[in-house]
């Protein structure tokens, strides 16, 4: 299958780690991966803080980019959620048709790495390997807009080696959510700090999740308290091989 990378800006400027294993990941399961180059922001951050208008340009170039693929995987459910639910309407709202038609067309096409690998390849064993006790986060986006409920732990379930362990209140959001963290710093600091103490109680290695903006959250406050609890993306496990070790 043709696949395009949908990177992300977040992947592409601050953890281009996790846009290597998806694709790696996906080579290793037979896919032709290609990474447009002229992809740009796909206008999240705009159409979030109040700015629709402005996010149109950017809304109508990620169209553009990925028109043409079979697949648009992206290792983020924020950033997936926002071309499926957001972009078309956006457009609609403008006034512009035949952009809100091509967007649901693009959207349609556009997947979050964990539900591209179990509900449109129906591959849950993807041969990984991950001799570590692991606990998840399931971020908000991926759960309550794109319903990847249960994808993502079927995934890691059959990761080799794995001691995968319930997470206490697992679907309570940690607080990042993008501009809120900054605007309402001291809410955001509070709902960190409940999400911590329950990734602790768990005595995993690491916390996993399938987005970045989550792990940078979460790995910063677990980092600057000292919890020896190191935050990694999905990808990485699900990339990771017995021939990595």
């Not at 553009?64 to 693929?69: A, L, M, R, T």
């Not at 609890?229 to 017995?242: R, Y």
Request: charged residues 20%; contains cysteine.
């Amino acid at each position: 299958m043709r696949v395009a990378l949908f990177v992300t800006c977040l992947v592409d400027a601050e953890y281009p780690e996790v846009a290597k294993a998806t694709v790696a990941l996906l080579r290793r399961l037979g896919h032709d991966v290609e990474f447009p180059a002229g992809q740009v922001c796909c206008g999240q951050m705009h159409v979030n803080a109040g700015y629709q208008r402005e996010a149109l340009g950017l809304i109508r170039r990620h169209v553009e980019v990925f028109e043409p693929y079979e697949a648009i995987v992206s290792p983020s459910g924020s950033c997936t959620a926002s071309a499926r639910h957001q972009q078309a309407v956006v457009a609609r709202r403008a006034g512009d048709e035949d952009l809100a038609r091509r967007a649901e067309a693009v959207a349609a096409r556009t997947w979050e790495l964990g539900q591209f690998l179990v509900d449109r390849c129906e591959t849950p064993d993807v041969g990984a390997y991950w001799p570590h006790r692991v606990t998840y986060h399931p971020a908000c986006h991926a759960l309550r807009l794109l319903g990847a409920a249960d994808q993502h732990l079927q995934l890691l379930r059959r990761v080799e080696g794995i001691d995968l362990v319930d997470l206490p209140d697992a679907d309570t959001c940690c607080g990042f959510g993008g501009i809120f963290s900054l605007k309402n710093a001291d809410t955001s600091t509070a709902m960190l700090a409940d999400k911590m103490t329950s990734i602790v109680s768990t005595r995993a290695e690491y916390v996993t999740a399938a987005d970045v903006s989550c792990l940078m959250h979460i790995g910063g406050g677990l980092s600057r308290l000292r919890t020896g609890v190191q935050a990694v993306h999905m990808a990485e496990i699900l990339a990771s091989t017995e021939d990595h070790r």
